[in-house]
């Protein structure tokens, strides 16, 4: 029997193998736009309903009593602007102390180095651990600054 992709991308080693007509997660999706279950709405293929969930004209974004108040009976299609994207941040601080560059390995997934007495003396953790994180930032495209401990 086969391994259902998504569960096993999802629950990893803990899922059953089983068939992927029958994944127990896929009859758990509840798709909202189509009133299913068997699929999530992101991957519904009735695109009908998006119309009407979506608002086409400028006066649906205002609420109907103020529309009759100012007497407003316009369509106003919506036009799309794009937003500004903001550059992503280039700079990556981290705190020169053991228990900082463990901490920020540990968050990108990296195994940090860890010594015993005699490494620590000679702070092989803490070099080693630099060197990690800084090829981890250059991977990303950021530059590491490390700063001074308190």
Known sequence: MKKCTECYAILGSLTKPHLASSC???KAYYCGLCATYG????TCTQTTGMLYREPQFLEQLVAPSLLAEYQIDTCTPITAVPLPK???RTIMEVPEIEEALRAAL???GVKPMICQEKGRREQKELTENKKKLQKIAEKMGRNLIFTRAN
């Open 106 to 108: 540990t968050s990108f």
């Open 39 to 42: 699929h999530s709405p992101a």
């Open 86 to 88: 903001h550059p992503e």
């Open 24 to 26: 127990p997660l896929k």
